[in-house]
């Protein structure tokens, strides 16, 4: 074969190649996209109908009622605040994708069916954007895994995981995310071993004291609560707290995580009684932020249920707390939702042992 064959073959190779190659891309890009969302559908099915919105409600963002398209709302608003229309808030997210899921009335996260159908329209909206498609791409990620759907988001956190973004801190918070996607899809070591590299690094580059570090290094401390590495676990939350306490205010959503993990390590150490009052201060917290029937707060109540079980004579408080926190989070989530079939199990635990605080004290159910 002549030069010139020899050019014209290796170059035909490599067009055939190219274009397999391009076709393999569109091919996983479309399978991937139309996963997701199924994957949205199926949380969106299982999100209970919420409040209707009265006759003469209107969106806070374009200020026109529901004959466009519906209303919705899903967060800490009460009274005539806070409706909007799913597709205002995601133009106004689109301008300002990091503070997309926060509410512009009252400041709270969005949650339920507005966080699910918010981030599916960031999510399409920003398609091929660079740092704006990462952002929304981790944000629906975020929303599947707060709604059960693990499996997908841990696929779209593996594939983000493996884009270089070029930025320390967009990095790890990638990093971080995937962790949280293994551990709620069943694989808390996998987890663990991402956590520690990650804690690692953020300490070597951003400091102890930074948001991410702190962030990474409770997460890795509550992942450690469930493995039941007690010990460590205990000496990472501790830590962690102090750290935290000069950073942010008393009552930050990021305290009140860290100390609802420190309210695990006191029962593991048998001091139920100190993670009551833990729970108590918790609880009053999120309550006067996100309303008392929120699923949070009942996720919350259920964890105080349970410790207060284990205390000689609180019987009846924890049977009638743990009861309504079933019945709170059936209607806010649907039975199904695993926040529900969550508090479901705990009810069936002390059930399981008669209530008998010495016999639940001995069987400690934290995994
Ligand atoms: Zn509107
Ligand atoms: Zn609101």
């Given amino acids: 074969m002549g030069v010139r064959a ?32 199924t994957a949205i ?64 009335m009252c400041r709270s996260l969005f949650q339920g069916a507005v966080q699910l159908r918010l981030a599916r ?50 990095g790890f918070r990638v990093d971080l995310q995937l962790a949280t996607a293994h551990d709620e899809h069943g694989d808390p070591r996998r987890a663990e071993a991402l956590l520690r590299s990650l804690v690692g690094r953020a300490t070597a580059e951003l400091g102890a004291e930074h948001p991410m570090t702190l962030t990474a290094s409770a997460t890795m401390g509550a992942v450690l609560n469930r493995l039941g590495d007690d010990a ?19 009552n930050d959503p990021f305290i009140l995580f860290v100390e609802t993990t420190l309210a695990h390590v006191h029962e593991n150490e048998g001091r139920d009684a100190d993670a009551v009052a833990l729970y108590e ?16 707060v009942s996720v919350l109540t259920t964890n105080m249920a349970a410790a207060l079980a284990k205390i000689d004579g609180r019987r009846g408080d924890a049977e009638r707390l743990l009861r309504g926190a079933c019945h709170q989070l059936a209607a806010a989530c649907g039975p199904e939702h695993p926040d529900a079939l969550y508090a479901r199990s705990k009810l069936a635990w002390c059930e399981t042992h008669g ?13």
């Avoid at 008998?356 to 995994?367: G, K, Q, T, Y």
Wanted: aromatic letters at 6%.
């Fill in 232 to 250: 460590e676990a205990a000496v990472v939350i501790r830590s962690t707290l102090g750290a935290a306490q000069h950073v942010f205010p008393a």
């Fill in 355 to 367: 209530w008998d605080p010495a016999e639940l004290r001995r069987n400690v159910d934290w995994r």
């Fill in 41 to 104: 559908a199926s949380a969106l099915r299982r999100v209970p109908a919420r409040e209707a919105p009265p006759a003469d409600a209107t969106c806070y963002v374009c200020l026109d009622g529901a004959e466009r398209a519906p209303l919705h709302r899903d967060c800490a608003c009460r009274g005539s605040s806070g409706w909007a229309h799913v597709e205002c808030l995601a133009d106004a997210g689109k301008a300002n994708v990091d503070n997309a899921f926060l509410c512009g």
């Fill in 281 to 296: 201060r918790i609880i009053a917290a999120q309550s006067r932020k996100l309303g008392p029937s929120h699923p949070a």
């Fill in 121 to 170: 329209a960031l999510w399409r909206a920003k398609a091929g954007e660079g740092r704006g498609a990462r952002l929304a791409t981790s944000m629906v990620a975020g929303a599947l895994l707060q709604h059960g759907e693990t499996a997908e988001a841990l696929r779209l956190m593996e594939r983000l995981a493996r884009e270089p973004t070029g930025d320390a801190v967009e």
């Fill in 6 to 37: 020899a050019f014209a073959a290796t170059a035909a190779a490599g067009l055939a190649f190219y274009l397999w190659q391009r076709r393999q891309r569109r091919r996983y890009l479309g399978e991937s996209r139309e996963y997701t969302e």
